[in-house]
């Protein structure tokens, strides 16, 4: 799973429900989600690497 900083419960490595891989318009990769205990919209950037073993795991591909 995902994991990214929730800045409404304010605690690093919460894991995103549904979290979808996206391309950022300079190229990069983002994680966009829902955090698992408020539902706030989380993101988490990340690398080319990261984002194809994340797909790989069970995030969709939004890119």
Do not use: F, R
Not at 38 to 59: P, W
């Amino acid at each position: 799973m995902v994991k990214a900083y929730c800045v409404k419960c304010k605690q690093k490595g919460q894991e995103m429900n549904d979290p979808e891989i996206v391309q950022t318009a300079k190229g990069g990769y983002m994680a966009k989600g829902k955090c698992c205990k408020c539902s706030t919209t989380m993101c988490a950037m990340m690398s080319k690497d990261n984002a194809e073993k994340a797909v790989k795991d069970g995030a969709k591909k939004g890119y």
